[in-house]
């Protein structure tokens, strides 16, 4: 059996009122200042020596005096101290999300509160309500902070019960895979099995550096194990040893940022730094023509002045076939411009689907053998 480990408690905030009338038997509520929800709170409680007690320290301290009244049989101290503790993680519940180790503190107060209830003969029903707040406090039951050693025999067929007719999985596949995921605000595991989750209705939040944070809203019934797949749409895409020309003569090595959420398309120096230069900025919804051709030297094309000039002077410059895109636009100033870079094999295919992606428009193709 598992056994109850000390737990890593962080900074809880308070009004100093609420403490000391909730927590704090020994502290002046007279004496205190006022301090609404979300402000600290430490120097307000001392403990019967006259030490200073942080909120960290008196609601662990009120925790572990719950479990060892609970171990000593003292069942009716054991359910009103944790009946403190939980009151009070409510009440907090109400102005912020509480921490993970304050939910499992919350969760394992609820199965010893359920224990101790039904030594003391509580209705069954009752019981199973603060079972099933437990459920509702942790992600995964296996996180309470218990010693199953300490309950009855009865209480470990309740919770079975309570578990097999009140929770679901849910397995959630993110697009990258490496994506944070979230299950009401709570970290979901890593675990093919699934999170289990209570049976109603939850939110999805998958987030990663650089994509769109995605939401999901699901329904799953007890017993139901549901697989769902999210995958994020990126913001930014960044793609290297892209060869931008001007003439013959001037190739710049660039990088290509498909900015997504602003629709711009930027072909900039590729190397990093404040003094990183900027040769093109081309808004993708003023992209009038794409043209990607794999050849020996590009094709001509006249619909902008200067494309022809420009594809002249790199014609015989190269033996093997590359890679071509010629991005024709309105720029700013209400001019017909045109950009003309070399892509790498390597990431060609890339650069075209997210230039597609963000401006909504199909490169036109040409082989040249």
């Not at 963000?358 to 490169?363: D, I, P, Q, T, W």
Request: aromatic letters at 8%; one cysteine or more; glycine letters at 4%.
């Amino acid at each position: 059996m598992r056994k109850a480990t000390s737990i890593e408690f962080r900074v809880i905030v308070v009004t100093v009122l609420a403490l000391a009338s909730t927590l704090g038997p020994g502290a002046s509520p007279a004496a205190a200042p006022t301090r609404p929800p979300g402000e600290l709170a430490f120097d307000c409680i001392r403990d019967d020596c006259g030490r200073p007690q942080t909120l960290e320290e008196m609601l662990r301290e009120r925790y572990q005096s719950a479990v060892e009244s609970f171990t000593s049989l003292d069942h009716d101290e054991a359910i009103e101290l944790f009946t403190s503790v939980i009151d009070f993680l409510e009440s907090q519940a109400q102005h912020r999300d509480l921490q993970h180790n304050e939910l499992v503190m919350m969760g394992s107060s609820h199965f010893y509160r359920a224990a101790a209830m039904l030594d003391i003969g509580a209705d069954e029903d009752e019981v199973r309500d603060d079972l099933l707040s437990s459920f509702a406090a942790v992600t995964d039951p296996r996180d309470l902070e218990i010693d199953l050693d300490l309950v009855s025999p009865k209480l470990i067929d309740l919770f079975n019960e309570v578990q097999e007719g009140s929770v679901a999985r849910l397995l959630v596949v993110p697009d990258p895979s490496s994506a944070e995921v979230l299950i009401d605000n709570r970290p979901a595991l890593l675990s093919l099995d699934g999170t289990p989750v209570l049976a109603g209705t939850h939110t999805i939040t998958v987030r990663h550096p650089g994509f769109r944070e995605a939401f999901e809203t699901v329904t799953v019934s007890a017993g139901e194990k549901r697989d769902v797949y999210i995958p994020l749409e990126a913001r930014l895409s960044t793609f290297s040893r892209v060869d931008f020309f001007v003439t013959d003569d001037e190739k710049k090595d660039a990088r290509v940022e498909v900015d997504y959420s602003r629709k711009v398309i930027t072909l900039s120096d590729e190397k990093d730094g404040y003094s990183r230069a900027t040769y093109a900025r081309i808004p993708a919804d003023k992209i009038t023509s794409m043209i990607y051709q794999e050849a020996e030297s590009p094709m001509v094309t006249d619909s902008v002045p200067g494309v022809s000039q420009l594809v002249s002077e790199l014609q015989g410059l190269w033996n093997s076939k590359s890679h071509w895109l010629t991005l024709e636009f309105i720029d700013e100033n209400g001019l017909e411009s045109f950009v003309y870079m070399r892509l790498h094999k390597d990431n060609f295919l890339d650069v075209i689907a997210a230039i597609e992606s963000c401006s909504g428009r199909e490169v036109d193709g040409i082989r040249v053998p």
